[in-house]
């Protein structure tokens, strides 16, 4: 898959916008981290369950990540998905600790496997709204 | 047996069910169904609608309001609701059992209903529904789920429940055993949409996928239905025309985070792995003691993780449990003897709770577990509530 199916893009409010316009600015995956205690979070939420400290900002993230779970998508009630059927949808574990849910580009269903290490690109869908890809990567599994 | 001197366990009980037809296509709208079937259960427990005095509504698509002002209900002195969707209704007989136990409420009404096939499935002559849900879940489907085409809730779940396979090696088959009891359990229901359908293995193995894990024999049913149920105290109970049907234990629980599947510790840990051992607690019975099991089985896989959850089987090895008949009618754990979500129909599981009353009357038929005095009603709600209901037959 090279283009991104077409979709009802979202407008987000709240730390859902703040999100995503973090990532829209930068063109690079952006995650929330507390600025007391460092802990990353996602989604954004006002305190960190770790601290409880309200003081947080947007940080880049490195977009390594590996395959915590996926599915293999057979069928789909939207005509543009079901035309790309079969299709992989991956939760991404990134290496700061949050995850997030990717479409694979160049992962195909015999290939996808817990664990395998992938990197987390962003592509801007407007000011308000990215969606991520979740591409293969060379080298071992860290 | 009301073995936590200061809960409600013992102090009030099932004494009324009601439901409709179990259909694809229904001319009636959610608010007429749910009426029908709230009459059906107040006339069930030999009482008249001003008898009623609290309501507990269904979490979306029909108000408290228009309930009490069509029934003609005079006096609602107490409504609440759980807003946790497929879990609302067993968790409602917590609220239920609670407001009784402390006075506020003496006979509540609990309705639960929609227009699961005809208004939700993307249909020319869909009549979308006046009023949804309230769950920040809905927000995060939104911005976080449904832009990667995953719309609905066999998408969402598969994405934990692939790696419930994966890690644990769980088999099809495992699936397969919970599709084929709650499918064997329907050829005895009259009320059952897959009535006259029976199903084999070799069926269930060669359903195609939805979305992996997820086969179309591992989902539930879109259905147009509803159920209703009345609670009242111990002590009225004695007066009505049914066995009472004691709630022993009830409780709720969910997952941390509770508003989005993925970002939790662990993701294969249900709000019932919190709330089933607090239930099991205030009731004073183990898991052992139960003549039945009534799971909520939106799909197949949730209940193999439920019954982990409830203590039957470690991390990772329902599979061990489901097989051999252990969950068919004959069997040591009865599941879903009416059929479930997955065979008679989805009603939120509210029909879980009037089949397990129906059983610990003695008034199921040919499903009757025999000589039953125990069983559990559980409820998953999207995105990982639990709720559990332990029930007895009769005054405890």
Not at chain 1, 66 to 74: E, L, N, Q
Not at chain 2, 124 to 151: C, E, H, I, Q, T
Not at chain 2, 190 to 214: H, V
Not at chain 2, 267 to 278: I, K, S, Y
Request: charged share 20%; glycine share 8%; aromatic share 8%.
């Amino acid at each position: 898959m090279t283009d991104f199916p077409e979709f009802k893009v979202p407008r987000p409010d709240e730390l859902d916008l703040e999100f995503y316009q973090a990532v829209v600015k930068a063109g690079v995956l952006h995650v929330q981290r507390c600025n007391a205690c460092g802990t990353w979070r996602h989604p954004a939420t006002y305190y960190c369950p770790q601290c409880a400290s309200g003081d947080y900002s947007f940080a880049a993230a490195s977009g390594r990540a590996k395959v915590y779970s996926y599915t293999v998508s057979h069928v789909s009630v939207e005509p543009q998905w079901q035309a790309r059927a079969p299709y992989v949808t991956i939760v991404a574990e990134l290496e700061e600790g949050p995850r997030l849910i990717a479409t694979a580009r160049d992962i195909p269903a015999n290939k996808v496997a817990i664990g395998m290490p992938i990197r987390i690109v962003p592509e801007t869908k407007s000011p308000d709204f990215a969606v991520f890809w979740a591409e293969s990567v060379q080298g071992d599994s860290r | 047996m009301a073995a936590t001197g200061s809960s409600f366990s013992g102090k009030a009980a099932i004494v009324g069910i009601g439901e409709t037809g179990y259909m694809r296509g229904t001319d009636q709208s959610i608010l007429q169904m749910i009426l029908a079937a709230s009459m059906t259960a107040i006339n069930d427990a030999g009482l008249k609608p001003s008898d009623v005095d609290a309501v507990i509504p269904p979490p979306g698509f029909v108000a408290w309001d228009e309930i009490a002002a069509h029934l003609g209900i005079p006096d609602v002195r107490y409504t609440s609701c759980p807003q946790m969707g497929g879990a609302s209704p067993t968790a409602g007989l917590t609220t239920a059992a609670m407001a009784i136990a402390m006075g506020l409420a003496e006979v509540v009404l609990l309705p639960i209903g929609w227009n699961g096939y005809s208004a939700l499935r993307p249909r020319p002559d869909a009549r979308p529904n006046r009023r949804r849900f309230s769950a920040a879940f809905f927000d995060v489907v939104k911005n976080y789920y449904a832009p990667y085409g995953l719309r609905s809730a066999p998408w969402w779940y598969s994405l934990y429940l692939q790696r419930y396979v994966k890690e644990y090696n769980v088999p099809p088959e495992a699936a397969g055993a919970v599709a084929l009891a709650c499918r064997a359990h329907a050829q005895l229901n009259d009320k059952a949409m897959m009535r006259g359908k029976p199903l084999t293995m070799d069926d269930y193995l060669a359903s195609p996928y939805i979305t992996e894990p997820l086969r179309k024999l591992d989902c539930c049913v879109e259905t147009d239905c509803a159920a209703a149920v009345i609670v009242t105290s111990a002590e009225r109970a004695k007066d009505l025309p049914h066995v009472p049907v004691t709630i022993l234990g009830g409780a709720e629980g969910h997952p941390n985070r509770p508003d989005e599947l993925i970002n939790r510790k662990d993701v294969l840990d249900l709000g019932l792995h919190l709330a089933a051992p607090r239930a099991f607690k205030m009731a004073g019975v183990t898991p052992a003691d139960m003549d039945f099991l009534q799971v909520y089985d939106c799909f197949t896989y949730v209940v193999l993780l439920e019954l982990e959850a409830l203590g039957y089987a470690k991390r990772g090895e329902a599979a061990g449990f489901v097989k051999d008949g252990n969950i068919q009618l004959g069997g040591k754990f009865p599941l879903n003897t009416h059929g479930g979500l997955m065979s008679q129909g989805h009603c939120w599981g509210m029909n879980h709770i009037v089949e397990a009353t129906r059983q610990l009357r003695h008034d199921a038929g040919p499903a009757q577990v025999k000589d039953c005095e125990l069983g559990l009603v559980t409820g998953y709600g999207d995105l990982g509530d639990g709720s559990i209901a332990i029930l007895a037959r009769g005054a405890r």
